[in-house]
């Protein structure tokens, strides 16, 4: 029999829930307009070429999602799979980036994933998590509802947006999500087009370890936000937690470890991501770290050769995880269905078995 696949990284808010200056004025506002958007796309996405900026983001939003529902979108990506494949579905909290107003709160957003995943026709196919963000009003309480009464099945964080993985405000719910076995998914690539775009306030200028006060600018504060060794702290406080840092460190470090020569031994700040999440997922103290491959080996073909050899470690296969990051793998040159065969193709059947069926019950704890 073929494996049931589970996408565990895909993305169906649409541009209601992107904030009002994502763009400077007047692009944002142009872009709506449907004969210049179309015209304006084209452009956009010849001239971006792999360089993820916030205009080719924007612009792939709007393409993807403009005037749809996120049942639509997520029509679109169930399309690309085998029937009864099943998705776990991140919605993304924009509020507090400093882009200005959403038109629709993640409440609302929250409400439609919920309203969505109770259709009888997606009731198996739709696994919602929640997204939080530390500076929510009553982060725990609402989290806490979403997994208890609306169906939500995990918890989805987003550090480059503005906070600490380890802000004291999330404390509460990673020993929740520890107690119940909820999974977490969190963004771990270097900080690009969604990230915080305010003035470092004295809370995120604030070690969440020591308390003490971190001295440094704001791209550099986004970064240490999203760095795995932010994790460290939680992976040790919590050691039951199932935590997934998605992106697998991402495609720039992807880049990096294989063009340039590191010394594996040597501890340094330059160390490509990739080498410090495999050297964390062989670690025994932390059997319940996962990572996923989304984005990442969706954005460059000769990736999945590496990750094939990655995954001949015993201890790493066991912890890596099938998902795309559908729709924001914009202007790589590869689409969803067509990568998603090639990694089923390369790795053969039953690598992929592990990553897209029995590596995703596990964390999602249905094994
Ligand atoms: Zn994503």
């Known amino acids: 029999m073929p494996p049931r696949i589970t996408n565990c990284h895909v993305h169906t808010f649409t541009h209601d829930h992107v904030p009002d200056r994502f763009l400077p004025f007047p692009l944002g506002s142009l872009l709506r307009f449907g004969p210049l958007r179309r015209g304006l796309l084209a452009v956009v996405q010849h001239f971006d070429r792999g360089r993820r900026s916030r205009l080719a983001r924007y612009a792939k939003i709007l393409q993807v999602s403009f005037g749809l529902s996120q049942e639509d979108v997520f029509k679109k990506v169930r399309n690309f799979y085998p029937r009864g494949t099943r998705f776990v579905v991140l919605p993304m909290d924009m509020e507090h980036m400093g882009a200005g107003r959403v038109t629709k709160l993640i409440g609302e957003q929250h409400a439609e994933l919920k309203e969505l995943r109770e259709r009888d026709e997606y009731r198996e196919l739709v696994i919602p998590f929640a997204a939080v963000d530390a500076r929510q009003e009553n982060v725990v309480e609402k989290t806490k509802h979403l997994l208890e009464n609306d169906g939500f099945r995990g918890i989805k964080l987003y550090p480059p947006i503005g906070y600490h993985p380890y802000d004291p405000a999330l404390r509460p719910l990673y020993s929740y999500a520890a107690e119940r076995g909820v999974p977490v998914m969190t963004h771990c690539s270097r900080p690009a087009g969604v990230q915080y775009r305010g003035k470092p306030t004295k809370r995120m200028l604030t070690d969440p370890v020591t308390g ?25 406080a919590y050691p039951t937690l199932r935590i997934c840092l998605a992106h697998f460190g991402g495609a720039g470090d992807w880049k990096t470890y294989l063009e340039r020569p590191w010394d594996p031994i040597s501890d340094t700040g330059a160390k490509s991501w990739l080498a410090k999440i495999m050297d964390m997922l062989r670690l025994d103290a932390y059997e319940n770290l996962y990572t996923d491959i989304s984005y990442t080996v969706f954005a460059d073909e000769e990736y999945v050769h590496l990750l094939k050899v990655l995954l001949s470690d015993g201890r790493v296969r066991r912890r890596v995880l099938f998902g795309s990051d559908f729709y924001v793998v914009e202007s790589a040159g590869l689409e969803e269905k067509r990568i998603s065969l090639r990694v089923r193709s390369v790795l053969g059947e039953d690598l992929f078995r592990t990553i897209a069926h029995d590596n995703p019950k596990d964390y999602l704890g249905e094994a």
């Open 212 to 236: 003490k006060p971190l001295r440094m600018g704001r791209k550099e504060l986004l970064t240490l936000f999203t760095d795995p060794d932010s994790y460290v702290p939680i992976l040790e």
